[in-house]
């Protein structure tokens, strides 16, 4: 079987369930204003046999309270790959997860939420830094699956038993916060800025303690992304797009960042979509780069 490594439409995922293929299904349904809403969207409605999975408590690094410079101080032995409000786990608690609900080497993983491939996207980008390349967003999220006459369950699915997933070499880029610094506004990299054009202006700012945008950063909210049909814009369109938003720069330098990591994936997943290659990801994002005060900020 050849395996799905960007999206899938839900009659090619109702295809592969119907097949007996190797599959794991994860629902990761979150919202940030309302943390337990994903688990409640999930109870009420899932894809047979999906895995919910939890952006702060499956997808994200346990840390504590801010510490005396703004940043977030882990209690874990292992420390978190990433800053910011979301946190990598590492590698090795990542591959721990996968293995306690069953995720072996040889599955295809499909992701899907109910938030436009906001929160899913991150599960998808997690699989390939493990190493792990057979993994898809399901294109249009619950809402294509049910549009396609897809069944749902409610309430809890029946546990799997442990596997043990093996690490493999990264697929996918993790840039820092210091890569970001050392190359900022220099012609090797470009920062590709995923949230909303008020918060990259720092007109306004809900979340993190600084508002603005790191220097010369290029702003694609990762909402235009996605069609009135609520599926990612079909190749060329999202080729299009990019093209004219990195106006000749080179697509193998772009950083993709947003608020704390998570929604910047959504622009990453339509660059390799239109055929533009894989780029890196700052998973620290805003969040981690305006906690040192001793980084620059810009505005407008």
Known sequence: MTPYTTLISAPDLQALIASGAPLMVFDCSFDLMQPTAGAQQYAQAHIPGAVYA??????????????????????????????????????????????????????QAVVYDRQGANYCGRLWWMLKWAGHDAVAALDGGLQAWQANGGAVNSGDEPAHFQSNFRLGEPLRQLATA?????????????????????????????????????????????????????????????????????????????????????SAVPNLLAMEVAGLGTTALFAGSWSEWCSDPTRPVEKG
């Open 54 to 107: 939890d952006l702060n408590n499956d997808l994200s690094a346990k840390h504590g309270a801010p510490g005396a410079t703004g940043t977030l101080t882990a209690q874990e032995a292992d420390q978190p790959a990433s800053g910011g409000r979301h946190p990598l786990p590492s590698r090795e608690r990542f591959a721990m997860w996968l293995s306690s609900v069953g995720f072996a080497n040889g599955m």
């Open 178 to 262: 210091s890569d970001v610094l050392a190359r900022l506004q220099q012609p090797g990299q470009t920062v590709i800025d995923a949230r909303a054009g008020a918060r990259y202006r720092g007109e306004v700012e809900p979340l993190d303690p600084v508002a603005g945008h790191i220097p010369g950063a290029l702003n694609r909210p990762f909402a235009e992304n996605i069609g009135t049909d609520g599926r990612f814009k079909p190749a060329a369109v999202l080729r299009a797009e990019f093209d004219a938003l990195l106006a000749g720069r080179n697509p193998a330098t772009v950083v993709h960042q947003c608020g704390s990591g998570v």
